[in-house]
């Protein structure tokens, strides 16, 4: 008898411990800030420009050890240019800060909610979800790939869909070489 209850007390203990870490939409994973890491390209008829940008919150969602949602908040007055030092290091991340570009001190920072996720393979998921950019909120399609505590995306973006329109030629005819093209990618390494 006094094993019986024993082993009823260590059902029910398991049985809460595994709720504490799911909810009613699945198993939440934080992201650890610290950790993840976001790199932009972004490309111009006459080369290209790279940086970074951090994370300020994010969770993957996972059912049965699943994908099945995800909402990341990105800090961007963070936004830093990597392939540039001193002086032009300044300012372009002045300038991709000012209204030219994402105007920052009206928006500071951009969201991705995952709205449909869909298993393409053993560690891979095509996702659907709404991207919110300057206010603006698209629909954006990209593959993610999770493997134990880790998961990489690359996220190709079209800026002129978030009114981003400096050196743009969807707003400005002639820019020649100094066009600056629509999109741009985001190399997503996030740790959970």
């Keep these: 008898m006094k094993n019986r209850i024993v082993n009823i007390i260590i059902v029910v203990a398991l049985g809460f411990a595994g709720l504490s870490f799911t909810t009613k939409d699945g198993a939440k994973k934080e992201a650890k800030i610290e950790?993840?890491?976001?790199?932009?390209?972004a490309y111009k008829v006459t080369g290209a420009h790279v940086g970074t940008i951090d994370l300020k919150e994010g969770i993957l969602?996972?059912?049965?050890?699943?994908?099945?949602?995800?909402?990341?908040?990105?800090d961007m007055t963070t936004i830093?240019?990597?392939d540039q030092k001193g002086e032009y290091k300044q300012k372009l991340e002045?300038?991709?800060?000012?209204?030219?570009?994402f105007g920052v001190k009206t928006y500071p920072a951009s969201t991705l909610i995952f709205?449909?996720?869909?298993?393409?393979?053993k560690n891979s998921y095509r996702v659907t979800g709404d991207l919110t950019i300057k206010g603006i909120t698209n629909a954006i399609d990209f593959e993610i790939s999770v493997y134990g505590r880790k998961a990489t995306a690359t996220l190709k973006i079209d800026r002129a869909k978030y009114n981003v329109k400096f050196g743009s030629t969807s707003f400005f005819d002639n820019l020649k070489d100094k066009a600056i093209y629509d999109e741009f990618d985001l190399v997503v390494d996030l740790e959970f």
């Design 35 to 41: 950790k993840s890491k976001i790199v932009w390209k």
């Design 61 to 74: 969602i996972f059912e049965k050890g699943k994908l099945i949602g995800g909402k990341f908040t990105i």
């Design 80 to 82: 830093a240019n990597t």
């Design 94 to 101: 002045k300038h991709l800060k000012s209204d030219d570009f």
């Design 115 to 121: 709205e449909k996720v869909k298993a393409i393979g």
